[in-house]
């Protein structure tokens, strides 16, 4: 039996350089960055223009930025019509769920006691109210779960709703992941781990960089089996044609010294598409902008395409660390390069590191005439990595 094509029929995102698809690429290809004061904020989003006021006051910000990323790409990709509800899914994750919630009603039961905490606590902050809220709104009665592996979490999410509809388990499904660690424990947490950028820059694969960049956001995509989508006139922006997953099983922060995970996922992702290295024309690249982990990835990429890598560029560079949002953001940027054969730059990359040593597209955007195919690279603590091959439509 063949295996089921899996397109993309919707696009939703919520980031610091804009709303929606067609913002967030003039963003990316512009060149702009969303980075201001030290970290990636989504300043311009209000929730009310995606839910009543009451649904806004009952979510926490990552449920909120997850529910008007999903009502994008359903709008765009005309959900619920055509699509029995029983066969459409819901799939969307988090790194850190309801962290401004939990700091606020920890700091209220601290100082008030049992009856000072909200009864709203548990649903604003637990990790699956954003794929709940976003079943609950397309009136999706298929499977509809969160997952959650860190800074691997949207690619997880996207890969792991392709196989659902492989399966034949649904017709569709809304993946993405969503984020909202600006919060003071959250930067507070990372910055005791050394892992912020102690000059608020994000500088990836440069060798004077010093961390990463918080940033907040959503993406999310709506999945469908092809021939489901063609039946009912859907307009198609690219191809998850595969996906590899693999854990480091190394140390619960830091990667594999050679990037062994990385490079297994990412030869995982190539072979679930049927394709060489050498048939990918971009890479996505995880890149954080810690110095570790910047040497570590191009390590990978060197072993996956020994010597022949394709163009990297990190748009972590514009957007800062979603964390759990990262993968499924990201995912949609290189849907947008394949779409518009335009290379999305690495921002802030001045010095080069001898220790990183690929093409990170410093000068783009960068014109990529006849590119079929990218991948999009996710790593997570934990040692879990989460790799997707995205095609042209």
């Not at 309801?98 to 006691?113: N, S, Y």
């Not at 860190?150 to 993405?176: K, P, Y």
Request: charged fraction near 20%; charge should be negative; aromatic fraction near 4%.
């Amino acid at each position: 039996m063949s295996r089921r094509e899996v397109v993309v029929t919707g696009r939703g995102v919520i980031s610091s350089i804009g709303e929606g698809a067609a913002a967030f690429a003039e963003g990316l290809l512009g060149r702009r960055s969303g980075v201001a004061d030290g970290v990636a904020a989504c300043t311009a989003f209000d929730p009310e223009r995606y839910m009543t006021a009451k649904e806004a006051r009952r979510s926490d910000r990552f449920t909120q930025l997850a529910l008007a990323a999903a009502a994008q790409a359903a709008e765009e990709a005309g959900l619920p019509g055509g699509i029995e509800p029983e066969r459409l899914g819901v799939l969307v994750g988090t790194g850190v769920g309801g962290l401004g919630t939990m700091e606020r009603e920890c700091r209220a039961w601290i100082d008030g006691g049992d009856r000072a905490v909200s009864p709203q606590f548990v649903p604003m902050m637990m990790p699956n109210a954003a794929a709940g809220m976003v079943a609950m709104k397309l009136g999706a009665r298929g499977p509809g779960l969160s997952v959650s592996s860190a800074c691997a979490t949207g690619a997880h999410a996207i890969g792991e709703a392709t196989r659902m509809i492989e399966r034949g388990e649904a017709d569709a499904v809304v993946a993405g992941g969503t984020e909202a660690g600006i919060t003071g424990l959250c930067l507070a947490a990372f910055r005791s781990m050394g892992a912020l950028s102690r000059e608020g820059v994000s500088r990836p694969f440069d060798s004077e960089r010093d961390g990463f960049v918080m940033g907040e956001g959503a993406g999310v995509l709506v999945l469908e089996a092809a021939e489901h989508g063609r039946a009912r006139g859907a307009a198609v922006h690219g191809r998850i044609a595969g996906y590899g997953a693999s854990s480091d099983a190394h140390h619960i922060t830091q990667p594999d010294p050679e990037g062994r995970g990385a490079a297994s996922a990412m030869r995982a992702a190539l072979q679930d598409a049927g394709a060489q290295p050498a048939d990918a024309g971009y890479v996505n690249a995880h890149g954080t902008s810690t110095p570790y982990n910047d040497r570590v990835e191009t390590a990978a990429i060197h072993a996956v395409w020994n010597g022949g890598s394709p163009p990297v560029s990190s748009t972590k560079s514009q957007i800062g660390h979603l964390l759990g949002a990262a993968g499924a953001v990201e995912a949609l940027a290189a849907l947008i390069a394949l779409e518009r054969s335009v290379l999305p730059p690495t921002l802030n990359y001045e010095h080069p590191d001898p220790d990183c040593d690929l093409d990170y597209v410093p000068d783009g955007p960068r014109e990529a005439p006849g590119i079929e195919l990218a991948i999009s690279s996710s790593f997570g603590f934990g040692g879990q990595n989460a790799c997707l091959a995205v095609a042209r439509a």
